[in-house]
C-alpha cells in the first residue's frame, strides 16, 4: 500500500473521531512511520533478513552495511568460508596473544565489523548477514516491507496510527487500545502463516533414530552427545 494511502485512511478515520483538532500531515506522518516501527519490531520478520557485501582491504575493519541494523550482523564469510563471531574483547586478546593466528575470527564493535585478516587475503568477497533497517516513509509513492511481504501488515500499520491519533488528540482511550489489540491479532496471524511456511530445521548433530527402550516399551530421542550408548 503507498504511503499517500496509508494517510487518507489515517487521516479520514481520525476526522470522524474529532473535529475540535486540525489533524496535520505532519502528525498522520509522524503516527505512521511510529506505527511502522512497531510493527517491524513485533516479530523477527523474515523478509527484513539483509546480505550486505564488501572486499577483504588492509585495514581489517569494515564498516557495517548501511541498511543493517546495528548490533544485527550474526554472519560473516569471507571467500565463501564461515567465520566465528567472537566478543570484540576477545578478538583483540586473541591478536595480542597470537598476532600471526589464522583463526577464522570477527567481531564488532559501534558500527565497525573486524575480520582476522591473518585468515584471509586482499581481495576476497566479504559477506555480511544481519537485519535490515528500514528508514522512516516520506514521499506519497513510498511502501512498508510489508506492501511487498505481507500486504495486510500494512492494515495493521494503518491500525497503530489511528490509535496513537486518538490518544494524542483526546480521543476514545478504549477504542484506541481495542485497535491495538487488532493490529496485534493481525500481526500474529502473519507471523503464524510464516511460521508454518518454514521449513523445519534440524542441527547437523540431530541423530536420525531414536533410540529404543525395550523394557520400558517406549522411545526417546537419542542425546547426540550418547550415540552408541543403549
Not at 548477514?129 to 506519497?140: E, I, N
Not at 485497535?179 to 510464516?194: G, N, P, Q, S
Request: aromatic share 10%.
Amino acid at each position: 500500500m503507498l504511503f499517500s494511502v496509508m494517510q487518507t485512511e489515517v487521516n479520514d478515520n481520525l476526522s470522524l473521531v474529532s473535529t475540535d483538532v486540525i489533524i496535520t500531515s505532519t502528525m498522520v506522518k509522524r503516527w505512521l512511520n511510529m506505527a511502522k516501527d512497531f510493527a517491524l519490531a513485533y516479530k523477527k520478520w523474515p523478509f527484513l533478513e539483509y546480505k550486505g557485501t564488501d572486499l577483504i582491504d588492509s585495514t581489517a575493519k569494515y564498516p557495517y552495511p548501511t541498511l543493517m541494523k546495528t548490533k544485527s550482523a550474526y554472519l560473516v564469510r569471507v571467500n565463501s568460508k564461515i567465520y566465528t563471531k567472537i566478543r570484540y574483547e576477545d578478538y583483540l586478546h586473541y591478536l595480542e596473544d597470537e598476532p600471526t593466528g589464522e583463526d577464522r575470527v570477527w567481531a564488532e564493535f559501534d558500527r565497525d565489523i573486524y575480520i582476522n585478516a591473518n585468515a584471509c587475503s586482499v581481495g576476497n568477497a566479504v559477506e555480511i548477514y544481519g537485519t535490515q533497517g528500514v528508514a522512516d516513509l516520506s514521499a506519497d509513492g513510498e511502501s512498508t516491507p510489508f506492501a511487498d511481504a505481507e500486504p495486510s501488515g500494512d492494515e495493521a500499520i494503518i491500525k497503530i496510527a489511528i490509535a496513537k491519533g486518538l490518544k494524542k488528540i483526546g480521543g476514545s482511550t478504549t477504542e484506541a487500545n481495542n485497535l491495538m489489540m487488532e493490529a496485534k491479532d493481525i500481526l500474529e496471524r502473519i507471523w503464524d502463516r510464516m511460521t508454518e511456511a518454514m521449513p523445519r530445521e534440524q542441527l547437523k548433530t540431530t541423530p536420525l533414530f531414536k533410540k529404543i527402550d525395550i523394557l520400558g516399551g517406549t522411545t526417546e530421542q537419542t542425546d547426540p552427545n550418547k550415540i552408541g550408548n543403549f
